[in-house]
């Protein structure tokens, strides 16, 4: 059981920089690998960037080069630092909780929205 808040989404002008926060609560977070995916209008959400219990990360290829996933377990906190965020980043973000075991449920926050826009 794992509850998820998201937050540090907003209005950023093209070239700007968010960091998003994902705050979890509820089980033990270390055993956890944790995600960001994103949902545009009429779009199927997508991963944007994992991090593994171990804390190796992966990223969509839209995003590689401009952020970086990362997770403090002691604050059981995940972040996405986002640079060079450009129109095609507006969605809304949502964090992502699933254990490394095949069956686990996997858990999400509500979301929080990006716009990038001048």
């Known amino acids: 059981q794992v509850q998820l808040v998201e937050s540090g989404g907003g209005l950023v002008q093209p070239g700007g920089t968010l960091r998003l926060s994902c705050a979890a609560s509820?089980?033990?977070?270390?055993?956890?690998?944790m995600g960001w995916y994103r949902q545009a209008p009429g779009k199927q959400r997508e991963l944007v960037a994992r991090?593994?219990?171990?804390?190796?990360?992966n990223y969509a290829d839209p995003v590689k080069g401009r952020c970086t996933i990362s997770r403090d377990n002691a604050k059981k906190m995940v972040y996405l630092q986002m640079n060079s965020l450009n129109a095609e980043d507006t969605a809304v973000y949502y964090c992502?909780?699933?254990?490394?075991?095949?069956?686990?449920?996997?858990?999400w926050g509500q979301g929080t929205q990006v716009t990038v826009s001048s």
């Open positions: 992502n909780a699933a254990r490394e075991i095949w069956g686990s449920n996997d858990y």
């Open positions: 991090i593994t219990t171990r804390g190796s990360t």
């Open positions: 509820g089980s033990i977070f270390s055993l956890y690998a």
